[in-house]
């Protein structure tokens, strides 16, 4: 949201700030990015989603990008931020909820 806020800020919009967030990339077929509202690819599977397309994606270098070359494509401005976010999560991993957390005394 900050940086939708900084460029409606800079490009002398009114509309509050935004952001488009999905768990898919097909999700921003046939519209495309602005630079006041952050595109967010969340809970999307890296397995799952081509290596070509997370990289047009998520491409660092402020360039347009499309997810592919037909008109079906995805595609960004330049300079519009984009983020991925994956929380894999294992629950095997946890603790049981038997086990008590210990505290530590600060100071």
Known sequence: MLM???????????TPASCRE???LEFFRG??????RPDV???????????????????????EAMSRERWGAAKW???????WMFNDHEPAGQPPASVRLRRRQCG
């Open 41 to 63: 690819l969340g809970e999307a599977d890296p397995q799952a989603v081509p290596t070509t397309k997370l990289k047009a994606f998520i491409g660092v270098g402020l360039v």
């Open 77 to 83: 401005v330049r300079s519009q931020t984009r983020m």
């Open 31 to 36: 519209e495309v990015g602005r630079r006041d």
């Open 4 to 14: 939708s806020r900084k460029w409606k800020r800079d490009l002398g919009l009114s």
């Open 22 to 24: 999905a768990p898919d």
